[in-house]
């Protein structure tokens, strides 16, 4: 009789204790999915560089990305820079003009949806993103052309949305910049 109950509480203690250890790590698993889907939802809206960020609905109005801004640039202290604007589906300017082995900082960003930036045979790849500008610094080496494909799909239009970019010596772009404050190939 007596070894029959204590057997029985032995099974209610362990039954207990079963009962503790599933609600804890039931806990854990929660924290853990909790964890997962914040910095998830979080990181994942966020632009792949730092973070900058422009109105969209006013790019064509005023700030850096106005339409007499946009192509390639030298700023006081003599940095090359390139104002690259995407809209679907095309990109501002649709060729870009770069000097041969010099520096040049790329800033751009999308006036509606999230388009692409590649520049093939180099490491320029980057998302555009509405509302953030891209920024990056790249030399391109070699006198040429390449082709700049949009490579996000951004709606109907989206494989037709190309640009290229156009390397030309130093030179060359020392005369283009001499003549024009901002220079491109269009
Ligand atoms: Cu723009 Cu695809």
Known sequence: ??????????????????????????????LLLAIITFT??????????????VDPAKLHQSGEFVESNLGT???QSNRV?????????????HCLVVPDGVSVTFRATSADVVHGF?????????????????TFVMTLNG???????????????HAAMWAKVKVVPLVEFETL???KRRVSCV
């Open 143 to 157: 006198v040429g052309e390449r082709a700049m494909p949009c490579h996000e799909f951004c709606g109907v239009g």
């Open 73 to 75: 640039g030298v700023d």
């Open 1 to 30: 009789m007596s070894e029959q109950s204590e057997a029985r509480s032995g099974a209610e203690v362990a039954a207990h204790v079963e009962l503790e250890w599933a609600l804890a790590i039931g806990l854990i698993v929660a």
């Open 118 to 134: 590649l520049i093939l045979g180099t490491n320029v790849n980057s998302m555009l993103i509405p509302g953030y500008v891209s």
């Open 40 to 53: 998830t939802i979080r990181w994942s809206t966020m632009p792949p560089s730092r973070v900058e960020v």
């Open 177 to 179: 910049m001499r003549e």
């Open 81 to 93: 820079i390139v104002h690259l604007l995407a809209e679907q589906y095309s990109f501002n300017p």
